[in-house]
């Protein structure tokens, strides 16, 4: 069986450097802008608590709510055509149907008429939509599935995880394309409803569980000026018709004129909304997504594990996570590694910046150590390492990730597997850094 140690090697002459926190100065990006209130009061909104749905942890009042919801809904219906959202009646749907009614209580903090006035436009706007059926649809768009919305893997607790980047039309040409005139932008917002749907379906609707995703927006080179009506479209058509659908959104890469953007979209938003929002300055991607999201599960262009290929294996082989100190070099050892057996490996660092290598020891006195990957400086944009190597002895495999020039503190994550010469399954092994 292959052993694996952690080393810590420090430095120091850089030992008594406090690590930063996750979310320690994200308003401090260069160039900085001349007025930051609305950015910090942004980053200071209280935390958002998801809802349980269980009609067993609502208030007297609450309760009362959603029986008179159920009972107007009933009045303004038609018998004959129940009406119904994803395949779930809202009358006759027990927990389920309540789970949905309870969105769009809580999104109308429990004031039945508001509520009622807000799902009768929603029922109605589906209809025309025909937002029921949208998923089938081909609307043309195959060059940005995966780049500019998609959903992929899920968090930590399960929600499903819809990324969003629109740099990509930062390209004129590209722009042109896709917003050109009212016609082209009418499809897309069709495209990003139907890219919400797809996530939505994977939703269990049921008190205790899934019933919400998470959306991570990256702001990194996205034409604030150009995308303004796009966006104003689409936060206008999600926030109206997919209330409480969003446990959490995340921002990362965030300009310093974040601000002035938010500002412009603040005040469509609700103070519960607000408080689901949490944001990242530009290279804190990986750190911040690492506290809701496993690295196997995070594509590798956010410092995460993940390849599309991937994805057509079955699921993901987990990752250990380890930190990296400021001043700090990192020895991962796996040992025990047979003669003629293939060690496969993937290593990640967030923000890298750093210098990294990999060497395989022989056990055999006399035999030379191998540079597999010789040490070089690994830049901040670069993805995961992805290498394997055929061992002609047995030996160790040692990964190496050395900070000691930086100051900050750096998420970092790892898996490997070996494959035995023989006909023998596969030997994995997966310890977590102590």
Not at 51 to 67: G, R
Not at 230 to 238: C, D, E, G, R, T
């Amino acid at each position: 069986m292959q052993k694996l140690h952690l080393g810590h090697l420090h430095s120091p002459s850089m030992e008594t450097t406090p690590s930063s926190t996750p979310f320690q100065d994200l308003t401090e990006a260069s160039p900085k802008p001349s007025k930051k209130t609305t950015f910090t009061s942004f980053m200071t909104a209280p935390s958002f608590k998801e809802d349980t749905y269980f009609v067993s942890h609502l208030k007297p009042s609450e309760k009362k709510a959603l029986q008179d919801l159920r009972d107007k809904l009933k009045a303004s219906s038609d018998s004959s055509n129940p009406a119904s959202m994803w395949g779930v009646p809202l009358l006759d749907g027990g927990d389920r149907g309540d789970v949905l009614l309870l969105k769009f209580l809580r999104a109308r903090d429990f004031r039945v008429h508001d509520a009622l006035n807000m799902l009768l436009k929603c029922l109605a706007w589906r209809t025309e939509f025909g937002a029921d059926n949208i998923v089938e649809e081909e609307l043309g768009f195959k060059e940005l599935e995966g780049v500019v919305a998609y959903t992929h893997s899920y968090d930590r607790e399960g929600h499903p995880v819809c990324y969003n980047a629109y740099g990509v039309f930062k390209d004129k040409e590209m722009y042109e394309r896709v917003f050109g005139d009212e016609e082209k932008l009418q499809r897309f917002l069709r495209w990003r409803v139907q890219v919400l749907e797809r996530g939505v379906k994977m939703l269990h609707f049921k008190p205790g569980g899934i019933n919400s995703l998470i959306q991570v927006t990256d702001l990194k080179d996205m034409p604030k000026r150009e995308l303004r009506v796009a966006s104003n479209q689409i936060l206008s058509l999600f926030q109206d018709n997919y209330p409480e659908m969003v446990a959490r959104k995340i921002f990362i890469n965030v300009p310093w004129y974040f601000s002035v953007l938010y500002s412009m979209f603040s005040p469509f938003l609700t103070q519960r909304t607000k408080s689901k929002f949490l944001i990242s300055k530009e290279g804190n991607a990986a750190e911040t997504l690492y506290k809701f999201i496993r690295p196997e599960n995070i594509p590798v262009r956010y410092g995460g594990l993940s390849r599309p290929s991937d994805l057509d294996n079955g699921p993901p082989k987990p990752a250990s996570e380890f930190t990296v100190k400021a001043g700090e070099k990192v020895n991962i050892q796996i040992e025990g590694i047979e003669s003629g057996a293939t060690i496969t490996w993937d290593i990640v660092v967030g923000g890298w910046d750093l210098e990294y290598s990999a060497e395989f020891v022989p056990i055999a006195q006399g035999s030379y150590t191998l540079a597999v990957d010789k040490a070089r400086k690994i830049e901040a944009t670069e993805e995961a390492i992805h290498n394997s190597f055929t061992s002609k002895e047995a030996g160790k495999m040692v990964l190496s990730v050395d900070n000691s020039a930086s100051r900050k503190k750096k998420v970092a994550a790892y898996r490997y597997f070996v494959r035995k010469c023989s006909n023998t399954p596969s030997s994995e092994l997966q310890l977590s850094p102590k």
